[in-house]
């Protein structure tokens, strides 16, 4: 029988959304992950309960949909429960796109800019490029609703864009398409 990480999906957003506030505390996500997968494998060594690797399945899906690449320590639980990486995971896709820190790259990855936004395209564009070049760390939010509006007062229709950049990590996230960047430099 193929497990099947589609079947999932709703469990798999919902891990990605509590995982979420990991960098809002400190905490790289995908470090945190792996560690997560860890602790799943070694409760599996200790029990003999294949639960746990499916489990750590959901995790590394969700590791691997943050643009994270793969890692060989997740070898360990596939080749455990019988599978290849190529059947768990058929999707090439999940590497998140790298891009150029220049001002053409960096402008690809946000949709068209609405008139009448806080800041310019060119602004965002190039306050993005100043913070992850200086590696300014903390979490950014862009919001792209046409109107002056802050994150907070967002309606559904905006696009918004969040630049996360800590000791290990440094990527940015549109949340409205689920598509993940990182930079080149």
Same mark, same amino acid.
């Given at each position: 029988?193929?497990?099947?990480? =589609?079947?999932?999906?709703? =469990?798999? &957003? ?11 505390? *400190?905490?790289?996500?995908? &470090? ?6 860890l602790k799943l494998?070694?409760?599996? =060594? ?14 590394? %899906?969700?590791?691997?949909?943050? *643009? ?11 080749? =455990? ?13 999940y590497k998140a796109?790298? @891009?150029?820190?220049?001002?053409? %790259? ?9 008139? *009448?936004?806080?800041?310019? !395209?060119?602004?965002?564009? %190039?306050?993005?490029?100043?913070? @992850?070049?200086? $590696? %300014?760390?903390? !979490?950014? +939010?862009? @919001? ?7 994150? *907070? ?17 440094? +990527?940015? $996230? ?12």
């Amino acid at each position: 029988m193929k497990f099947n990480v =589609e079947t999932f999906r709703f =469990e798999i &957003e919902i891990i990605k959304i509590m995982l979420c506030t990991l960098p809002y505390m *400190g905490l790289t996500l995908g &470090e945190s992950i792996r560690k997560i997968v860890l602790k799943l494998t070694g409760l599996y =060594e200790m029990e003999k309960n294949k639960k746990y690797l499916y489990c750590a399945i959901l995790y590394i %899906q969700a590791y691997l949909e943050f *643009g994270f690449d793969y890692d060989v320590l997740f070898d360990k639980v596939i080749n =455990e429960l019988g599978y290849s990486k190529e059947e768990v995971f058929p999707k090439a896709f999940y590497k998140a796109d790298k @891009v150029k820190l220049n001002k053409s %790259q960096v402008r690809s990855m946000i949709r068209k800019w609405k008139p *009448g936004n806080k800041s310019t !395209i060119a602004e965002v564009v %190039q306050d993005i490029i100043t913070k @992850v070049k200086l $590696h %300014q760390e903390g !979490i950014y +939010y862009y @919001v792209n609703s046409g109107t002056k509006k802050d994150i *907070g007062e967002m309606d559904i229709t905006s696009d918004v864009y969040e630049l996360v950049i800590n000791k290990s990590e440094c +990527y940015f $996230h549109d949340i409205r398409r689920k598509k993940y960047f990182t930079f080149d430099d």
